[in-house]
């Protein structure tokens, strides 16, 4: 059950010591908001899938020789090396990040089951901050599952899934696939109760990130007011959630891709200028289904091999899209990617 295991099949390659996790973004092929909650969080119905954009996360035991870019907390600290291009935001938002995520999913284990580890972790970011690809969320699943079994504390899934969903929505997803293994989930509740779903073909994407990130908080206050999440509602989103996971099963790809779709689309539209354009572009560049993750601002193409993915990538890429006008004179309406990718499910 060790992480290093669970991984091998994904990178073709061993993760590493026992040291060392991979931890996958994801993306959401399906996301329906149900309704308000009582707690303030809304309740969802999404199909979340793993792929292969990875943050490294790393545990050295009682190393004290932690200098520069590290942040400390009770014994425990972390030092963060970004591969994303940095422009001084992502810095700032990595830095809230990295303390909120990793340290606090450490610290929590480490509290609940009664010890005082000293050490270092280390963080290589790949997957991109504020993009709807769960880069936090993952990296939190990673050092609790890390910390469980570098310091040998042995919690069961069944223990360490009330941690995770303390720390975020979409920690569970992350956590459970280090025991199930499955390759996506239907995610239920806030996001914390997690299905299985299995036997789904290997999908390609291509991924453009604009420069202006999203806050997930942002996104869900800009949803229009809904009533009461109904049963009807719910009923209708179950239906559609199972036609597309169908279609997928049966490798009808094209008409799956028709099928995805995002309700925190219209909402994040109100907070980013970029998403309408996004659409656009991405209808032209051969993209069988296309939609924002999550609560964006990263946009999605669902292509037909891995071979489309990367073309349509080096299209985004070559299309010059900081030099193409949405309509004013301001430099700040162009449309700017800060990220592109062509990766594949998990
Ligand atoms: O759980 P997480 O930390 O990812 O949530 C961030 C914020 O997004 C929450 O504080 C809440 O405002 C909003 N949210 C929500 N409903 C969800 C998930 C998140 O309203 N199901």
């Avoid at 969903?165 to 992350?174: H, K, M, R, T, W």
């Avoid at 996104?219 to 009923?235: H, I, K, M, P």
Wanted: aromatic letters at 6%; charged letters at 20%; proline letters at 4%.
């Amino acid at each position: 059950m060790f992480p290093a295991e669970t991984f091998s099949d994904e990178t073709g390659r061993r993760a590493g010591s026992a040291g060392e996790i991979l931890a996958p973004a994801k993306l959401n092929l399906y996301l329906e908001v149900l309704g308000p909650r009582a707690d303030g969080f809304h309740a969802l119905e999404t199909l979340m899938v793993p792929v292969r954009i990875y943050d490294q996360l790393f545990w050295h035991s009682n190393d004290t020789s932690v200098s520069g870019n590290n942040f400390t907390g009770e014994g425990l600290s972390l030092r963060v090396r970004c591969l994303l291009p940095n422009d001084g935001r992502t810095d700032q938002l990595l830095g809230k990040e990295r303390d909120n995520l990793v340290l606090q999913a450490a610290r929590l284990l480490a509290e609940t089951a009664g010890i005082s580890p000293s050490g270092r972790f280390s963080l290589i970011k790949r997957i991109p901050i504020q993009a709807g690809m769960g880069g936090g969320s993952s990296d939190a699943a990673a050092a609790l599952m890390l910390a469980n079994t570098s310091w040998k504390i042995g919690y069961s899934q069944e223990q360490l899934l009330p941690l995770a969903a303390q720390l975020g929505s979409d920690v569970p997803f992350f956590l459970s696939r280090y025991f199930q293994r499955h390759h996506a989930a239907i995610c239920r509740g806030r996001g914390e109760l997690v299905e299985p779903v299995r036997q789904l073909p290997r999908l390609h994407f291509v991924i453009a990130q604009p420069t202006t990130g999203l806050s997930t908080a942002e996104v869900f206050g800009q949803l229009a007011a809904r009533a009461e999440t109904s049963d009807q509602r719910a009923a209708a989103s179950h239906f559609r959630l199972s036609e597309l996971i169908k279609t997928l099963q049966s490798g009808a790809i094209a008409s799956a891709g028709r099928k995805m779709s995002n309700r925190l689309e219209s909402a994040a539209e109100q907070l980013s200028p970029w998403l309408d354009h996004l659409r656009d572009v991405f209808s032209r560049i051969g993209s069988i289904g296309h939609f924002m993750t999550g609560s964006g601002s990263a946009y999605v193409g669902v292509m037909r091999s891995a071979t489309q993915a990367r073309r349509a990538a080096r299209r985004l890429v070559n299309m010059k899209l900081g030099t193409g006008k949405l309509g004013s004179e301001n430099a700040e309406s162009y449309l700017k990617l800060r990220n592109v990718f062509a990766t594949s499910s998990c």
